[in-house]
């Protein structure tokens, strides 16, 4: 009787085994599993550049003569058209008033000469001549008015002077250094490319800039010009861009890394682990609709770090095997585990 009911506990585990490992067999190994998604992918050219002012000049006086007045403070921003030096100018104002005077003189001369003309005394000629002669006195009052406004030294742009080379009585002969004035509400930032990229340089190009003074900082820019020729010797083209400055926190001469956005694409990117080498080729493991394996050959584009685009062999929602490759085999069932949550997403939106 002990040994009949043996045998009957034996035969009910083996039976509960075999149900057991027929259950595993039909779900399958688990497999860690993503949903393909496409991601937009973003093409740059990387150099290296200098920041330059926007506007950036040494003011120099076009005539020669002694510094009267200086009218601005160093390192503070100056407007367009503000006075920042006067020179003595006692000599072209005494210029301009005898010019003056001699256009006043000249006026009565004409008025008399075609008043006596109308009344047929004068003759022609003498109102011509009076005419000439006042035309000649009104240039010459023009260039000693040009050459008194010369001794006022204007700002020709808004910007920030920078630190004066004279001081109040010094004599300066003309083109001679006096302060340097520099526009920096935007800089100009000029780097170089090889020529090979020549088909996608054009203006309104996006790019991204760093420098070691501002670290952690991108800041954004756009190309304006592009050089009409390249370097015979390095081959490469000067490419400008503007790059913002509204805090003034830049400084032209800066040094800067430069990113230049060429081409925006909208790709399949997946991990680098999901990738399978063989023979010279490049696969990945899919899951089918049944939950089995399937091996698709696949072609590789750029390489990001920890992911890689992938141009052709996968399309978007396709689900990925990204681990444990090594003990499946095309053909074999699994049970999908998805890492990246997608598949409760799906479940969410069946329930909604």
């Known amino acids: 009787m002990r040994?009949?009911?043996?045998?009957?506990?034996?035969?009910?585990?083996?039976?509960?085994?075999?149900?057991?490992?027929?259950?595993?067999?039909?779900?399958?190994?688990?497999?860690?599993?993503?949903?393909?998604?496409t991601q937009t992918l973003d093409k740059t050219i990387s150099a290296v550049g200098n920041l330059r002012a926007k506007e950036a000049i040494m003011l120099r006086p076009e005539q020669s003569g002694r510094i009267d007045n200086i009218l601005f403070t160093e390192g503070e921003q100056v407007k367009q058209g503000t006075p920042l030096f006067k020179l003595d100018s006692s000599i072209y104002l005494a210029e301009l008033k005898e010019a003056q005077a001699k256009v006043q003189l000249?006026?009565?001369?004409?008025?008399?000469?075609?008043?006596?003309?109308?009344?047929?005394?004068?003759?022609?000629?003498?109102?011509?001549?009076?005419?000439?002669?006042?035309?000649?006195?009104?240039?010459?009052e023009a260039l000693a008015q040009a050459r008194l406004d010369k001794m006022t030294i204007n700002a020709p742009f808004t910007g920030y002077a920078g630190l004066r080379l004279v001081s109040p009585g010094d004599y300066v002969n003309q083109g001679q250094d006096l302060v340097e004035l520099t526009d920096i509400s935007s800089l100009k930032l000029d780097f170089r490319v090889p020529e090979i990229y020549l088909s996608v340089l054009q203006p309104g190009r996006e790019l991204e800039v760093q420098v070691d003074a501002l670290p952690g900082q991108v800041i954004k820019g756009n190309v304006y010009a592009v050089a009409p020729t390249s370097d015979s010797n390095a081959h490469n083209i000067e490419i400008r861009a503007t790059i913002p400055n509204k805090n003034g926190l830049l400084r032209p001469g800066l040094f800067a890394q430069v990113d230049l956005l060429v081409e925006q694409t909208t790709s399949v990117v997946i991990p680098e682990q999901a990738i399978i080498p063989q023979d010279g080729k490049f696969l990945v493991m899919t899951v089918s609709a049944e939950n089995t394996v399937q091996m698709i050959p696949v072609t590789m584009g750029?390489?990001?770090?920890?992911?890689?685009?992938?141009?052709?062999?996968?399309?978007?929602?396709?689900v990925l095997i990204t681990a444990g490759q090594i003990k499946l085999f095309p053909g074999m069932p699994i049970t999908?585990?998805?890492?990246d949550g997608s598949q409760k997403k799906e479940s969410d939106k069946q329930g909604n």
């Open 302 to 318: 750029q390489r990001r770090p920890g992911v890689v685009q992938i141009i052709e062999g996968l399309n978007e929602g396709d």
């Open 336 to 339: 999908p585990i998805f890492v």
């Open 3 to 37: 040994a009949l009911k043996n045998s009957f506990l034996t035969l009910l585990i083996s039976s509960t085994l075999f149900l057991t490992t027929t259950q595993v067999n039909a779900q399958g190994l688990p497999a860690e599993v993503i949903t393909v998604k």
């Open 106 to 140: 000249s006026r009565t001369d004409y008025e008399r000469a075609k008043s006596l003309l109308k009344k047929r005394v004068g003759s022609e000629q003498e109102r011509d001549s009076t005419l000439a002669q006042l035309r000649v006195d009104q240039a010459q």
